[in-house]
């Protein structure tokens, strides 16, 4: 089953632009990860956010989280052609002693040169 | 470091058949988990492996099961193999269980036919 939900399905700007990912989820978590994924490969890990923090930043990126609306955006600036690819957030469930990371359907962005 | 690799990168199989996918973690990375991705239903948890035991298991049915080694390599497997279990197999490894930050490889593509 998925926690997080994606939003927008599909993204397509041009080299320069800024693009804005969301991502909603149902329960509680611990953590809010954004993965990156090229062509169907494997995922990178971009940036983690905790449930007490509300903003983070790490280079071009910037997440922040609203746990009383359940949500999370992912911002990219100056978007570049390399940072096409599907985008997912992951949330961080932590029950029985174990975490385990639940994954949302995804945003797939296109940058155009 | 090297990273998580997997293997084999594509294979076919026919319906009825059965496949043993491997994973060798990063160097000190003891957690090994494992999830499919397909265009239907997303990235899901299978499950995860810390000191050759199973700490956390997914919504799979029985056919699928994994196992991990004293060196930390895992493996998982698939029995009776149907046409839904087509997909992407991803291997992510951290150093402890349950942790976060989870570092993935590049997957193994499964067709079955």
């Known amino acids: 089953s998925q926690q997080g939900e994606e939003d927008p399905q599909a993204l397509s700007i041009q080299e320069g632009e800024n693009a804005t990912m969301n991502c909603s989820y149902k329960?509680?978590?611990?953590?809010l990860q954004w993965y990156r994924q090229n062509s169907g490969r494997g995922l990178v890990h971009l940036i983690l956010?905790?449930?007490?923090?509300r903003e983070k930043h790490s280079g071009r990126l910037r997440v922040t989280l609203d746990t009383s609306k359940k949500s999370s955006s992912l911002l990219i600036t100056a978007s570049r052609a390399a940072d096409t690819a599907s985008y997912f957030c992951a949330t961080g469930e932590f029950s029985g002693g174990y975490n385990k990371l639940i994954f949302g359907a995804g945003t797939r962005l296109a940058v155009h040169p | 470091k090297a990273g998580v690799t997997q293997t084999p990168r594509y294979l076919i199989k026919t319906r009825g058949q059965q496949v043993t996918l491997s994973c060798s973690p990063i160097s000190g990375h003891r957690s090994v988990s494992w999830y499919q991705q397909t265009p239907g239903q997303g990235l899901q948890f299978l499950f995860e492996?810390?000191?050759?035991?199973?700490?956390n298991k997914g919504n799979f049915p029985g056919r699928f099961s994994g196992r991990q080694f004293s060196n930390s390599r895992s493996e998982m497997n698939v029995s009776t193999l149907e046409l839904g279990d087509s997909a992407l197999y991803l291997c992510?490894?951290?150093?402890?269980?349950?942790?976060?930050?989870?570092?993935f490889g590049p997957g193994t593509r499964l067709l079955v036919l």
């Open positions: 492996y810390f000191s050759e035991t199973q700490r």
């Open positions: 992510a490894s951290s150093q402890r269980p349950s942790q976060e930050t989870q570092y």
């Open positions: 329960t509680s978590i611990n953590n």
């Open positions: 956010i905790r449930s007490n923090e």
